[in-house]
């Protein structure tokens, strides 16, 4: 190929990226301020799996109560913690479920998420990951759209960030969301997303429960699959400051750790054509500082210029995107392929470990990676 063609496909690579962004990320459909219209709901069961999350749960149990509307019960799974998740759990007023020796053939958050559910005794069930972090009017506004929508409700929450190494979940946040199709003219709604999942009983038994995915590594995805396979419909939104989470506080290896476990096994799950659409979206992010190191190697000032400007571009891009999602430093941003370098490291090494079938680290455990 010519150094002309190479350019022109070069150019095209980038410029089909920058045109995908408005369709990949069309709108970002919040989960509704409560109109405090109802004056009462179900009965409401809220389950919280937990290993080793003695320091995020305090935080959760008194956001829950706190709440505006009160759950009828709040449940925390103890999944064989080896600190002290139990007590954190007993002090703040939660019923606790001891779990140990967790059966073959289980992943431990759906082996703590069915034990929830078997304890439980409210209507509906609110699956809440141990990070969340809840306003005041948080479960109002969820159980109002769940009312409304007469069907499962599931959220996307505000990504907080604290320290420097939490930046690089950013490109992590934005394929995932962009990957579900949450945001698309006409969303696709591939999955749910664990961290919150708002589902009346009746549905949840009549899927199977966690019981039904009790195998997979994503089971948001797979519960979806469960949900349109019996017919029934669910809703995805997303949060903000009253529905935000900070993920994988623990340090850069739990950031690691969590994004191989989970990368390859969504992509895998992800629609052929929405996963082209972030295949090329990535390619053009990739690209263009690529090419500006390309030219400048020539000593080509000229396309140095050019590929500067659409480098500009997208850190516009990614500002505006990051706003939508979380709380992510412009600093990151605008040395963002320092985020890509680290976002295709964990890809590979995530794709390695899926098709290999190889061990997967997390929480403690060693997961098999599906195959």
């Not at 969340?132 to 159980?143: E, Y």
């Not at 529905?243 to 476990?261: E, P, T, V």
């Not at 605008?334 to 490291?345: E, T």
Request: positive net charge.
């Amino acid at each position: 190929m010519s150094p002309t063609a190479l350019l022109i496909y070069r150019f095209v690579v980038i410029l089909i990226g920058l045109a995908l962004t408005p369709i990949l990320f069309h709108n970002f459909y919040r989960l509704p301020k409560s109109k405090k219209t109802y004056g009462s709901y179900p009965t409401l069961s809220v389950i919280i799996p937990a290993r080793n999350e003695q320091k995020n749960l305090p935080l959760l149990l008194q956001d829950l109560q706190r709440q505006s509307v009160m759950p009828y019960e709040i449940i925390c799974v103890d999944d064989d913690s080896t600190d002290a998740t139990a007590e954190v759990a007993k002090k703040h007023g939660a019923e606790v479920v001891f779990l140990k020796d967790k059966p073959v053939g289980w992943m431990g958050k759906t082996w703590a998420c069915q034990n929830g559910a078997n304890t439980a005794t409210g209507e509906l069930l609110l699956f809440l990951d141990a990070d969340v972090r809840l306003g005041k009017d948080a479960l109002q506004r969820l159980l109002e759209q769940h009312a409304n929508c007469g069907c499962t409700v599931s959220v996307q929450l505000y990504h907080k960030t604290e320290k420097a190494y939490e930046q690089f979940s950013l490109l992590f946040n934005l394929v995932q969301v962009a990957a579900n199709g949450a945001t698309l003219a006409a969303p696709l709604n591939v999955g749910l997303y664990g961290p919150v999942i708002l589902i009346s009983r009746a549905d949840y038994e009549l899927i199977g429960g966690h019981e039904s995915v009790k195998n997979q590594l994503v089971e948001d995805m797979a519960l979806a699959r469960r949900l349109k396979k019996a017919g029934l419909t669910y809703r995805l939104f997303m949060g903000d400051q009253e529905l935000s989470y900070r993920m994988y506080s623990g340090g850069f290896r739990d950031l690691f750790q969590g994004w191989i476990k989970n990368t390859a096994a969504g992509a895998a799950q992800t629609s052929a054509k929405v996963f082209w659409m972030v295949f090329f979206w990535i390619g053009s992010l990739t690209s263009v500082p690529i090419q500006i190191i390309r030219y400048a190697g020539e000593k080509n000032i000229p396309w140095v210029l050019v590929f500067s400007l659409l480098y500009f571009v997208w850190v516009y891009l990614l500002r505006l995107l990051s706003k939508k999602i979380g709380h992510f430093s412009f600093w990151a941003i605008l040395f963002y392929p320092i985020l890509i370098f680290v976002f295709l490291l964990i890809f590979l090494i995530s794709l390695l470990k899926k098709v290999l079938g190889l061990k997967v680290i997390w929480k403690g455990r060693c997961i098999t990676a599906d195959k």
